[in-house]
């Protein structure tokens, strides 16, 4: 069974800098990645699927990339609504929709 | 608006059912396959269910397979979740989705472009 690996389990950043999270698969999945951000009391949303492609209405301060079994997502210019929790999800093997157990990006 | 409200969270004694409900509106409900993603309290998400659009498939993880069905009803736009043999480590927020299906190694799989707010499902006694 896959396994999805995010990095780090909490990262500290100050605002108006930039955030790098990591995800690894534990096999390969090509480019079958989707990454989401999740708020507090909120569901998640989708920002990334495909490894890079940004999903309807997202900003392009977040970017994705990577492929195989190393993925990151990048974070420019924090602001206080992108401080949450951020979970990759991968799309390529059974069973399906396997996330990772997410990282949470709070202020430092 | 493209919108999923859930419905019919609660709490429930171990070893007994529950019947969630997702109602969407704003998309045309019939074309898309719908899931069920939990997430238990301050943990991560898994996937739990799938259902084809007409309801002719259906996808469970393991640990729900033989206790919980989902089913829906295209014309009331409307998904739901049968969950029999509750366990207490069934305790979670409960969020329907709708997920965009990929055929990746020769099967199904998906992520999720939209989402509902959740319900909470409590096991307890």
């Known amino acids: 069974e896959i396994v999805m690996t995010q990095s780090p389990a909490t990262l500290s950043v100050s605002p108006g800098e930039r955030a790098t999270l990591y995800c690894r698969a534990s096999?390969?999945?090509?480019?079958?990645l989707a990454w989401y951000q999740q708020k507090p009391g909120q569901p998640p949303r989708l920002l990334i699927y495909a490894a890079s492609t940004r999903a309807t209405g997202i900003s392009a301060k977040f970017s994705g990339s990577g492929s195989g079994t190393q993925f990151t997502l990048t974070i420019s210019g924090l602001q206080s609504e992108d401080f949450a929790v951020y979970y990759c999800q991968q799309y390529s093997t059974w069973p399906p929709g396997t996330f990772g157990q997410g990282t949470k990006v709070e202020i430092k | 608006e493209v919108q999923l409200v859930e419905s019919g969270g609660g709490l429930v004694q171990p070893g007994g059912s529950l019947r969630l409900s997702c109602a969407a509106s704003?998309?045309?409900?019939?074309?898309?396959?719908m899931s069920w993603v939990r997430q238990a309290p301050g943990k991560g998400l898994e996937w739990m269910a799938t259902?084809?659009?007409?309801?002719?498939?259906?996808y469970y993880v393991d640990s729900v397979k033989g206790r919980f069905t989902v089913s829906r009803d295209n014309a009331k736009n409307s998904l739901y979740v049968q969950m029999n043999s509750l366990r207490a480590e069934d305790t979670a927020v409960y969020y329907c989705?709708?997920?965009?299906?990929?055929?990746?190694?020769?099967?199904?799989?998906?992520?999720?472009?939209?989402w509902g707010r959740g319900t909470l499902v409590t096991v307890s006694s």
């Open positions: 989705a709708r997920p965009i299906v990929v055929i990746a190694h020769g099967i199904y799989n998906w992520y999720f472009d939209l």
């Open positions: 259902i084809k659009q007409d309801g002719s498939e259906k």
């Open positions: 096999q390969r999945i090509g480019s079958n």
């Open positions: 704003g998309f045309t409900f019939s074309s898309y396959w």
